[in-house]
């Protein structure tokens, strides 16, 4: 039957030669121990390849009939199919199996990035269970040897071993020739490798002698084409790995190298992220407390002497950008400061203090304050001895009618006198900062202003009202207080002004400078990045205005904080058109990294965004150019100006 593939049906095999002269040993056991006389085999055929036999017997000599013997073949036939089915069900559920570990393991390392132990975990677990291998482990290579970095199921023993002592493998181990040839290495029985049997190297001992190493699979991790770690499977029995599993614990292999390369990446971008993240944070607090500044000129500009409006708005610029629960203005007269004005201030403590004025003798920290005209902070005032003994009715006031814990007084002097003191405080023991402190300074320093302001103003209108014959010098003081305070208006319309038609960080190098000389003509070597939507002409001639305004919006959100995040200046935008400049008026370090990196956060922005629009069914794409070179910048008319000469080199 093997040779003519063909089926064989034996009348009397108690006759058969092969049974009576060759007492071939199956003919045999059929006859003598089963009893056999007839029986019918039929092979079972797959592309032309023998692959079994469906055999019927009888235990009487009586032929089978051409029907019997045609339904036997019909069953071989549905056999070889069921065979194959099974074959191509296995296949599947190993290939599934295959693709649904590795799309574990990719599932893991976008959703832990820069964190190695989770992907390493869930690939080692994923490849000994598919692979049907006992323990696994993972490596880095530092050039001279391979540190354990993850484990799975390896006998505490070994594991305890590898990380006390990494494997510096000898030459002639079977891990030496991996991190030589960069290739796979199978070995079949670790105990005959030379490395074990032979030289006896440390590595290949602690492997079969504490992890009873037999069959093992060394990986190398590769990138660049430079050893950077090793991918290990053990089994505790002589069982050769098959392709297949070679080839899975490849791909995780790869999949590892990817992990590390990311997760170095993504370490650089935090640490990138983060400092940026403080710059930003400097710059808000510095455009908050400029802010605060220009609100408090304006209304101390708009009052017309009113001191109450000047003071209410400086406390609560001070308590909100410092932190703090209230705040106090206290002016000085009659030797004790009185309170003149309060933001937020608990009522009872409030009247007790209208009723009380602090008196230094009463109160030593003011008294210091005055004495050595800076600053008096303290932090935790029931710690005080002051409070303990109940020696300063002021302080004991403070904390039992305000709830005070963290005090801070800041004198306010004109012309090396006290006028009084501008103070803030928590309800819990925490310090102010330096910058906080440095902020009620000025906040005190502008309080002078407007204490001298209505001084000036008050005592303009007592001389109008009792010199009326002498309007002309009146008006020329009047003159005079009105310039001062227009050039304040001024100032602050020209930092608003700056702020709306600048981007943030050029309008403050030219607060700082105190001019504008930054947008002059100039030359400079510069990098402009452009970017539009494409198909955006279209939509709008179809799409609704509202529609149109409204992706707009997205759009410009989507793109403008990552303009201020790398320090680029919008240099002009027209609808879904726009530029942006780096290295002026601000200098930048590497602005072309600059430009490549914010141009890829903003393709990876604005992909989300299109997904959404087509969505809608608005077909938009979006395009960014870049362009590096020298530029004549500066301004032309109202408008900023930026000139690239075709002829002078650029780079794209």
Known sequence: MRETKTAVHIIDAAKDERYVQERRPAWVAGVELGGVRTFLAVPMMAEDELIGSFTVYRQEVRPFA??????????????????????????????LERQTATSEVLGVISSSPGHLEPVFTSMLRNAVRICDATFGNIHRWDGKALHLAAAHNTPPSFAEARRRSPNRPHPKSSVGRMIEVKEVVHVADAK???????????????????????????????????????????????????DKQIALVTNFAAQAVIAIENARLLNELRERTDDLSQRTTDLTEALEQQTATSEVLRVISSSSGDLEPAFATMLENAVRICEANFGNIYRWRDDALHLVAVHNTPHAFAEARRHSPIRPPQNPPVERMIATKTPIHSTNLTNRPSYIDRSDPGMVMAVELGGVRTALHVPMFKENELVGSFALYRQEPRSFSDKQIELVKNFAAQAVIAIENASLLSELRERTAQLASQSQELAKLNELLEQRVTAQVDEIERMGRLRRFLPPQVADLIVASGSEKQLESHRREITALFCDLRGFTGFTEAADAEDVMALLREYHAAIGEKIVRYSGTLERYAGDGVMVVFNDPVPIENPALQAVLMALEMRDAIAALTGKWRRFGHDIGFGIGIAHGFATLGTSASRAVLTMRPSEPSRT
């Open 66 to 95: 051409d029907k019997q013997i045609e339904l036997v073949k019909n069953f071989a036939a549905q056999a070889v199919i069921a065979i194959e089915n099974a074959r191509l069900l296995n296949e599947l559920r190993q290939s």
């Open 192 to 242: 005959e490798q030379p490395g074990y049997a032979i030289e006896r190297d440390p590595g290949s001992v602690a492997a079969v002698e504490l992890g009873g190493v037999r069959t093992v699979l060394y990986v190398p991790m590769l990138k660049d084409n430079e050893v950077v770690g090793a991918f290990t499977l053990s089994r505790q029995e002589v069982r050769p790995f098959t």
